[in-house]
């Protein structure tokens, strides 16, 4: 079992991870002298809860706990006020007090509904995460929960640190192949941000984590955490460093406002956007081999790097500029300076990211 | 001008009291440094709107600021997650960024709904209470802010302490007499708890305080303030000593859940809740004088200090059970030991409370 403590001072928790750590559940919980005289509520969503909610759910009543459960449907429309309100009626119905814990049992979805819910029970319960996702590295870390309002996602939401992180990489077997890949890209980019050395571990062990290595896995996952926390240990309320974090993700974002249902998932369009961010930065003289290697990175993961030809350039641009990062004809972004360091440029010209936009879609060679 | 800091750290803000604040509001928001660039909102009621809103948003526009506002119906059904959803919309709509502010004018209903959703928008932006009710002397201390859920009132919140409060002592003229007396219960509670002088001075000036002079309700809403601000400076997560401020809610609470629609308010429940607490006090043998002074004055105010006749004692003993306070034929309770002081006892027998509900009906002489 690998562990990671995330350092926020009195709000600081470990990340425990490993295989077949829900097993352990148990003894976890009591070393976090979580306590058994509450009742404690397991939150999950339909595809997940009939692999490991059973599970989960006897580990722990097991050892005296009272387990309740809810399940959501899955999918990111789950993370609604009406589901939020939904787990708040079971939360009371369930007789959850203040000393009471709420799980997260699910990827990212489950992990910001729950811990919404969480966060606002009887004005804040304990939260426990037991990601299920590979994408969920990314939000175990920094205790950003949310749900979505109708007109702006993740616009409804708190800052609360989980109890602790419960990793199970055996979960992750049954993650459909493209939840895989995509979860994969958030773990490149916090190499891309910060660690050129686990970019060129990530390169070489491509096989290892497709295959779902379980070592492999855990070391990733490990080393993305890693990345993440040391950075939200410098900025927990998002004022600053914590910017770097969205590499790849203003184009990203764009992308997935302007794409049809389904067409691409997160991790797709971050890739798409990183790759966008590597071309941005030979505006201001970086080297080219930045583009090279994260394309062929990303190209290595099966995924995708370049902007399906049907998206327009316009339709894109436009989505970018209702993102808060746009201002007076300039605009925001992360790019990167090496393989392994970024940096935030509030002076990118609309038309390169134009410009770009074309390229990605191969209208023009890079 | 009166100005009381709240103390937490680096959460501490200001309480300006006085008369005439709201004129002033532009100068206190220019002294907090509120960005003029980020459009702000107010959220109030509609009994409020058409006295103050106008005058509000006139001063805050006039230094240059860009004001929305909100008005929700008057009383505590605005409390909910429907209304809460509204006033988000509403946010979103009117365009508030992470700079933005929200100002509850109103009474603890305004502020706890506006401050739940500052505590939530965008995971928390700034909160500025201007209260106009006496009873949200109360809420203005402490940071608890929370909507109602259809099974249990304040389920769902946070702690999100203000920026500042502006409490401008004109507002109240306008309060019906009943709000009146109904907070100038929970003042009176500020002393009993914790300063018996402060008990003195309610006593001697209740004729003013009831004409609404302006000097004597600044000066009792700073001295009812100034308690809360110590007890919540002493336990800000409420894990201890905040319990205190309970005095009289455990009964108060109990009767508001059985008594008929507008039959008691808040201020009026808890007057009794204090007097039962005193005659509580004697099984522990304190002097029977905590219950005489009590008694008188809640009359000099006008406060009511029986049980209505017609209220079940099983009921209200139901009720209390309902409560988190109960546990095995014990209840916890906050007991006066001398006018001024408290203490918090488990050890008070069921029996007790029904015995005392009894003489609280003028069933048996006190
Ligand atoms: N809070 C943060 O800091 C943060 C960071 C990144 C992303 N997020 C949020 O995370 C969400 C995306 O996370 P996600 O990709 O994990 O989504 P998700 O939770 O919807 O999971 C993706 C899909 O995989 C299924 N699934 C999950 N685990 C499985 C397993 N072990 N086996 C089989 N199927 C499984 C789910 O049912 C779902 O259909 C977004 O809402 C995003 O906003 C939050
Ligand atoms: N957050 C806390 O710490 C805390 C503490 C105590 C009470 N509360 C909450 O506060 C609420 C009760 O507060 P309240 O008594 O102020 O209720 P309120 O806000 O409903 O105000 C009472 C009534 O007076 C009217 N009103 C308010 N100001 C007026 C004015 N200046 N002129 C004329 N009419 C006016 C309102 O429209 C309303 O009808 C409850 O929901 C309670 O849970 C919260
Ligand atoms: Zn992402
Ligand atoms: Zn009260």
Known sequence: MRQLIVDLGERSYPIYIGEGLLEQAAQLFGKHAIPVKSPIMIVTDESIAPLYLGKLQSVLEGAGYTVHSFSVPSGETS??????????????????????????????????????????????IRFIQCPTTILAHDSSVGGKVAVNHKLAKNMIGAFHQPEMVIYDTLTLKTLPMREVRSGLSEVIKHGLIWDRGFVDWCREHAEQLLHLDSEALAYALYEGCKVKSYVV?????ESGLRAILNLGHTIGHALEAVAGYNELVHGEAIAIGMVGSALLSQRFGYESEIHRITKQLFERFGLPVQIPAHMETDAILEAMMHDKKFKEGQMVFVIPVHIGKVEIRSDVKVEWVREVIEQLKGKERA
Chains 1, 2 share one sequence.
Request: hydrophobic residues 40%.
């Open 79 to 124: 993370k609604s006020l009406e589901m939020y309100e939904r787990v708040m009626t079971a939360a009371i119905q369930a007789g959850l007090d203040r000393h009471s814990s709420i799980i997260a049992l699910g990827g990212g979805v489950t992990g910001d509904l729950a811990g919404f819910v969480a966060a606002t029970y009887m004005r804040g």
């Open 233 to 237: 240990s410098q900025d927990e309320r």
